[in-house]
Nanobody, 115 residues
Framework: QVQLVESGGGLVQAGGSLRLSCTAS????????MGWYRQAPGKQRVLVATRTSSGSTNYADPVKGRFTISRDNAKNTVYLQMNSLEPEDTAVYYC?????????WGQGTQVTVSS
């Protein structure tokens, strides 16, 4: 059984910063991918950023240059440093783990950016 626990969401003014964390527990393969997706009200869930255990990263265009994804493989933890936040970044952010052929999701954490 794999579980993902997220933390770090909240309310911030435009231009501010937040850091999200997600820790995975359970039976996790040494090679995997962890990342973040977000879902704004009335919209589909979309990719924000992912990082494999070997270090490969992928960012969505709207967040390039503003967000940084990092990992601590020993702790099975992924972080998302979000800088220069914009109101358009307001969404529920979900942690994702691709473990073998299975996708796992966290419960989601709300990020609200006020203008």
């Amino acid at each position: 059984q794999v579980q993902l626990v997220e933390s770090g969401g909240g309310l911030v003014q435009a231009g501010g910063s937040l850091r999200l964390s997600c820790t995975a527990s359970g039976s996790i393969f040494s090679f995997n991918s962890m990342g973040w997706y977000r879902q704004a009200p009335g919209k589909q869930r979309v990719l924000v950023a992912t990082r494999t255990s070997s270090g490969s990263t992928n960012y969505a265009d709207p967040v390039k240059g503003r967000f940084t994804i990092s990992r601590d493989n020993a702790k099975n933890t992924v972080y998302l440093q979000m800088n220069s936040l914009e109101p358009e970044d307001t969404a529920v952010y979900y942690c994702n783990l691709v473990n073998g052929v299975t996708n796992y999701w966290g419960q989601g954490t709300q990020v609200t950016v006020s203008s």
